[in-house]
């Protein structure tokens, strides 16, 4: 036999001896208990101000109330006023505020109105497309207002826009989470612990 195979079989041998041939094997070991705890998640929320929509009701500009038995005339104006104030609850919540202008269904009056939407982020103006941050107890009022302007067709005998109606359709305002950087990102500092 060649002297490294002997050399080999000695050291297994040896190696057998002291893992258990001759004894156990023994090892230290400990264990600490790493504490739990409870976790809860926060949220996100646009509550409404003054009333369960948050909306005051359409009036007309004088700021008399709008009745849905009511009908406008060439040269009304209407308005409505929604509040809300944002609800966030957690830690790292940060948010984004965004509109959507509201329109007019198809109606045969639709033509004649002019729809004039303003968005207010505590009493700074938001543009329909613009993104601005919301923090919590930020208020977010949203004003409407459809004029009913008067036109070339206001002669009773030849007008065009009498006995016509119109459907303002719902919008939105929508406060949406800000993407927190992902796990292991390396341009996110590590926790402190």
């Known amino acids: 036999m060649k002297k490294s195979t002997k050399g080999a079989f000695a050291a297994a041998a040896a190696g057998s001896l002291l893992l258990g041939g001759a004894g156990s094997l023994a090892y230290w070991t400990d264990a600490e208990t790493v504490g739990g705890g409870s976790i809860a998640s926060g949220h996100l929320k646009l509550l409404p101000v003054g009333s369960a929509t948050g909306c005051a009701g359409w009036t007309f500009a004088d700021g008399s109330a709008f009745a849905a038995t009511d009908e406008i005339v060439p ?4 308005k409505q006023t929604c509040t809300y104030t944002a609800d966030m609850v957690g830690k790292n919540l940060k948010a984004t505020l965004s509109v959507e202008n509201p329109e007019l269904a198809t109606g045969t009056l639709a033509d004649s109105l002019v ?32 004029a009913f302007p008067v036109g070339d067709d206001v002669d009773n005998s030849t007008n065009k826009v009498t006995g016509l109606t119109a459907v303002l359709k719902d919008f939105t305002i929508t406060a949406t989470q800000l993407a927190a950087a992902p796990l292991g990102d390396p341009n996110t500092p590590a926790p402190a612990l």
Do not use: I, R, S
Request: glycine share 8%; aromatic share 2%; proline share 3%.
């Open 75 to 78: 040269g009304d104006t209407l």
């Open 115 to 146: 729809v004039t939407p303003a968005f207010k982020l505590d009493g700074v103006a938001v543009e329909e497309g613009d993104t601005a941050v919301l923090n919590d107890d930020n208020q977010v009022t949203a004003v409407v207002t459809v």
